[in-house]
Protein backbone atom coordinates (compact mmCIF):
# COMPACT_ATOMS: atom_id res chain seq x y z
CA UNK A 1 0.00 0.00 0.00
CA UNK A 2 2.87 2.73 0.97
CA UNK A 3 4.46 1.88 -2.60
CA UNK A 4 1.27 1.95 -4.19
CA UNK A 5 0.39 5.48 -2.98
CA UNK A 6 3.91 6.78 -3.31
CA UNK A 7 4.07 5.76 -7.28
CA UNK A 8 0.61 7.14 -8.15
CA UNK A 9 0.64 10.34 -9.96
CA UNK A 10 -2.34 11.59 -7.75
CA UNK A 11 -4.22 10.45 -4.23
CA UNK A 12 -7.03 11.40 -2.81
CA UNK A 13 -9.35 11.16 0.27
CA UNK A 14 -12.76 11.46 0.94
CA UNK A 15 -12.04 13.21 4.24
CA UNK A 16 -9.43 15.01 6.46
CA UNK A 17 -9.60 12.84 9.05
CA UNK A 18 -8.69 9.67 6.63
CA UNK A 19 -5.96 11.80 4.88
CA UNK A 20 -4.28 12.18 8.54
CA UNK A 21 -4.53 8.68 9.59
CA UNK A 22 -2.92 7.56 5.81
CA UNK A 23 -0.21 9.70 6.89
CA UNK A 24 0.18 8.99 9.98
CA UNK A 25 0.15 4.84 9.35
CA UNK A 26 2.31 4.91 6.13
CA UNK A 27 5.26 6.44 4.87
CA UNK A 28 3.57 8.94 2.32
CA UNK A 29 5.70 11.30 0.03
CA UNK A 30 2.59 11.99 -1.74
CA UNK A 31 0.38 15.14 -1.53
CA UNK A 32 -3.02 13.92 -0.52
CA UNK A 33 -6.22 16.28 -1.88
CA UNK A 34 -8.93 15.76 -0.14
CA UNK A 35 -11.92 15.20 -2.53
CA UNK A 36 -15.75 14.42 -0.33
CA UNK A 37 -17.77 11.63 -1.67
CA UNK A 38 -21.17 13.47 -3.44
CA UNK A 39 -24.46 12.61 -3.86
CA UNK A 40 -26.40 13.62 -6.98
CA UNK A 41 -29.61 15.67 -5.30
CA UNK A 42 -31.17 15.33 -8.73
CA UNK A 43 -31.60 10.97 -7.94
CA UNK A 44 -33.40 11.50 -4.82
CA UNK A 45 -36.87 12.40 -4.45
CA UNK A 46 -37.66 15.86 -3.42
CA UNK A 47 -41.29 15.34 -4.28
CA UNK A 48 -42.56 14.13 -0.57
CA UNK A 49 -46.17 14.14 -1.47
CA UNK A 50 -45.23 10.66 -2.74
CA UNK A 51 -44.30 10.02 0.58
CA UNK A 52 -46.39 7.32 2.33
CA UNK A 53 -45.90 7.69 5.84
CA UNK A 54 -48.81 5.51 7.21
CA UNK A 55 -47.13 2.52 5.71
CA UNK A 56 -44.40 2.52 8.35
CA UNK A 57 -45.90 3.83 11.21
CA UNK A 58 -48.80 5.82 13.30
CA UNK A 59 -49.28 9.49 12.77
CA UNK A 60 -48.14 10.26 15.49
CA UNK A 61 -45.04 7.80 15.98
CA UNK A 62 -41.16 9.12 14.73
CA UNK A 63 -39.73 7.15 12.29
CA UNK A 64 -36.03 6.37 13.31
CA UNK A 65 -34.12 4.70 10.44
CA UNK A 66 -30.74 2.65 10.60
CA UNK A 67 -29.19 1.57 6.99
CA UNK A 68 -25.63 -0.33 6.75
CA UNK A 69 -24.17 -3.74 6.29
CA UNK A 70 -24.70 -4.59 9.70
CA UNK A 71 -20.99 -5.18 10.70
CA UNK A 72 -19.61 -4.81 14.18
CA UNK A 73 -17.83 -1.68 13.34
CA UNK A 74 -21.75 0.00 12.74
CA UNK A 75 -22.47 -0.91 16.89
CA UNK A 76 -26.00 -2.65 15.93
CA UNK A 77 -26.49 -2.80 19.17
CA UNK A 78 -25.95 0.13 19.73
CA UNK A 79 -28.76 1.25 17.18
CA UNK A 80 -31.30 -0.83 19.13
CA UNK A 81 -30.01 0.80 22.44
CA UNK A 82 -30.66 4.62 21.86
CA UNK A 83 -34.12 2.86 19.79
CA UNK A 84 -35.02 1.48 22.98
CA UNK A 85 -34.33 5.35 24.96
CA UNK A 86 -36.22 7.43 22.34
CA UNK A 87 -39.12 4.95 22.05
CA UNK A 88 -39.50 4.96 26.29
CA UNK A 89 -40.05 8.90 26.32
CA UNK A 90 -42.35 9.04 22.88
CA UNK A 91 -43.97 6.76 20.70
CA UNK A 92 -41.86 5.48 17.81
CA UNK A 93 -40.67 2.83 15.23
CA UNK A 94 -37.09 1.97 13.62
CA UNK A 95 -36.57 0.89 10.65
CA UNK A 96 -33.37 -1.22 10.03
CA UNK A 97 -32.70 -1.35 6.27
CA UNK A 98 -29.33 -4.32 5.19
CA UNK A 99 -28.35 -7.68 5.92
CA UNK A 100 -25.13 -8.59 7.30
CA UNK A 101 -23.79 -10.73 10.03
CA UNK A 102 -25.01 -8.81 13.02
CA UNK A 103 -28.66 -8.43 11.53
CA UNK A 104 -29.90 -11.97 14.02
CA UNK A 105 -28.36 -10.73 17.20
CA UNK A 106 -30.43 -7.45 16.62
CA UNK A 107 -33.29 -9.24 16.45
CA UNK A 108 -32.86 -11.07 19.33
CA UNK A 109 -31.69 -8.20 21.19
CA UNK A 110 -35.39 -6.49 20.43
CA UNK A 111 -37.17 -9.57 20.99
CA UNK A 112 -34.48 -9.37 24.79
CA UNK A 113 -35.65 -5.44 25.17
CA UNK A 114 -39.91 -6.55 24.33
CA UNK A 115 -39.64 -4.13 21.24
CA UNK A 116 -39.96 -6.04 18.21
CA UNK A 117 -43.40 -4.88 17.49
CA UNK A 118 -41.66 -1.83 17.37
CA UNK A 119 -39.21 -2.44 15.00
CA UNK A 120 -38.83 -3.39 11.35
CA UNK A 121 -36.05 -5.30 9.39
CA UNK A 122 -36.39 -4.86 5.91
CA UNK A 123 -33.28 -6.17 4.37
CA UNK A 124 -31.63 -5.09 1.50
CA UNK A 125 -33.33 -2.47 -0.54
CA UNK A 126 -33.23 -0.15 -3.73
CA UNK A 127 -35.31 2.31 -2.52
CA UNK A 128 -33.34 4.04 0.08
CA UNK A 129 -34.94 7.57 -0.71
CA UNK A 130 -38.40 6.29 -0.44
CA UNK A 131 -37.73 5.14 3.47
CA UNK A 132 -35.47 7.83 4.29
CA UNK A 133 -38.16 10.84 2.85
CA UNK A 134 -40.54 9.60 6.01
CA UNK A 135 -38.19 9.29 8.18
CA UNK A 136 -38.18 11.36 11.14
CA UNK A 137 -34.13 10.69 12.29
CA UNK A 138 -31.42 8.72 11.52
CA UNK A 139 -28.66 6.84 13.07
CA UNK A 140 -25.29 5.82 12.72
CA UNK A 141 -22.99 5.21 15.99
CA UNK A 142 -20.73 3.50 14.22
CA UNK A 143 -17.05 2.64 15.49
CA UNK A 144 -15.67 4.02 12.63
CA UNK A 145 -16.25 5.68 9.20
CA UNK A 146 -14.10 7.02 6.68
CA UNK A 147 -16.66 9.47 5.34
CA UNK A 148 -20.43 8.60 6.26
CA UNK A 149 -21.68 8.42 2.93
CA UNK A 150 -24.99 7.02 4.57
CA UNK A 151 -25.56 10.19 7.05
CA UNK A 152 -25.02 12.21 3.67
CA UNK A 153 -28.11 10.31 1.97
CA UNK A 154 -30.00 10.82 5.07
CA UNK A 155 -29.08 14.50 5.02
CA UNK A 156 -30.42 15.44 1.44
CA UNK A 157 -33.33 13.60 2.27
CA UNK A 158 -33.84 15.99 4.86
CA UNK A 159 -33.07 13.38 7.78
CA UNK A 160 -31.42 14.52 10.65
CA UNK A 161 -28.62 12.67 12.30
CA UNK A 162 -27.53 11.50 15.51
CA UNK A 163 -23.97 9.56 14.88
CA UNK A 164 -20.50 8.98 17.00
CA UNK A 165 -17.90 11.87 16.09
CA UNK A 166 -15.46 9.28 14.66
CA UNK A 167 -13.42 9.59 11.27
CA UNK A 168 -14.94 11.78 8.63
CA UNK A 169 -18.66 11.95 10.53
CA UNK A 170 -18.18 15.09 11.23
CA UNK A 171 -17.26 16.52 8.21
CA UNK A 172 -20.63 15.45 7.48
CA UNK A 173 -22.67 15.63 10.20
CA UNK A 174 -22.38 19.48 12.28
CA UNK A 175 -22.94 18.87 15.42
CA UNK A 176 -26.10 20.98 16.18
CA UNK A 177 -26.85 22.09 12.86
CA UNK A 178 -28.00 19.30 11.13
CA UNK A 179 -28.18 16.51 14.08
CA UNK A 180 -25.20 15.72 16.89
CA UNK A 181 -22.34 14.15 17.55
CA UNK A 182 -21.75 11.81 20.74
CA UNK A 183 -18.63 9.43 21.88
CA UNK A 184 -18.21 6.10 20.30
CA UNK A 185 -20.53 4.00 22.61
CA UNK A 186 -22.23 6.50 24.86
CA UNK A 187 -25.51 5.63 24.14
CA UNK A 188 -26.95 7.72 26.74
CA UNK A 189 -25.95 11.21 25.46
CA UNK A 190 -27.12 10.18 21.78
CA UNK A 191 -30.38 9.13 23.51
CA UNK A 192 -30.55 12.90 24.70
CA UNK A 193 -29.64 14.56 21.46
CA UNK A 194 -32.06 12.51 20.01
CA UNK A 195 -35.22 13.89 22.35
CA UNK A 196 -33.61 17.22 21.88
CA UNK A 197 -34.56 17.26 17.86
CA UNK A 198 -37.56 14.77 18.26
CA UNK A 199 -39.48 16.43 21.36
CA UNK A 200 -40.22 19.66 19.29
CA UNK A 201 -41.85 19.72 15.94
CA UNK A 202 -40.65 23.11 15.08
CA UNK A 203 -37.15 22.53 16.45
CA UNK A 204 -37.22 18.90 13.92
CA UNK A 205 -38.00 20.85 11.29
CA UNK A 206 -35.36 23.37 11.16
CA UNK A 207 -32.71 20.50 11.89
CA UNK A 208 -34.39 18.51 8.38
CA UNK A 209 -34.32 21.66 6.62
CA UNK A 210 -30.79 22.08 7.70
CA UNK A 211 -29.85 18.53 6.82
CA UNK A 212 -31.01 19.15 3.87
CA UNK A 213 -29.04 22.42 2.97
CA UNK A 214 -25.75 21.02 4.20
CA UNK A 215 -26.15 17.96 2.06
CA UNK A 216 -26.12 20.29 -0.98
CA UNK A 217 -22.68 20.86 -0.19
CA UNK A 218 -21.75 17.44 -1.30
CA UNK A 219 -23.68 17.51 -4.48
CA UNK A 220 -22.01 16.15 -7.71
CA UNK A 221 -22.21 19.35 -9.30
CA UNK A 222 -20.11 20.70 -6.79
CA UNK A 223 -17.68 18.06 -6.28
CA UNK A 224 -17.18 16.72 -9.62
CA UNK A 225 -15.02 19.88 -10.81
CA UNK A 226 -12.57 19.52 -7.90
CA UNK A 227 -11.99 15.69 -9.89
CA UNK A 228 -12.22 17.48 -12.93
CA UNK A 229 -9.15 20.11 -11.82
CA UNK A 230 -7.00 17.50 -10.32
CA UNK A 231 -7.05 15.07 -13.46
CA UNK A 232 -6.04 18.35 -15.12
CA UNK A 233 -3.13 19.10 -13.18
CA UNK A 234 -2.23 15.72 -13.15
CA UNK A 235 -2.08 15.15 -17.09
CA UNK A 236 -0.75 18.75 -17.25
CA UNK A 237 2.37 17.45 -15.20
CA UNK A 238 2.31 14.22 -17.33
CA UNK A 239 2.62 15.99 -20.51
CA UNK A 240 5.60 18.80 -19.23
CA UNK A 241 7.73 16.17 -18.15
CA UNK A 242 7.27 13.98 -21.51
CA UNK A 243 9.07 16.37 -23.20
Known amino acids: MNFSINKSDVVTSVSEDLKQKTLDFFD?????????????????????????????????????????????VKHIPDVIHIFNGIQKQMAAKLIMVGEGPEKEHAEL????????????????????????????LFLLPSKSESFGLAALEAMIN????????????????????????????????????????????????????????VALNFDIKNVLPLYEDLYEKAYKAHYNNSY
Open 109 to 136: LCEQLGISDKVVFLGNSNEIDRILCFSD
Open 28 to 72: VKKEIEVIPNFIDKTKYSLDFTDCQRSLMAEEDEKIITHISNFRK
Open 158 to 213: RTPVISSNTGGIPEVNIHGVTGYLSDVGDVDDMVSNALKILSDDTVLAEFKENAYQ
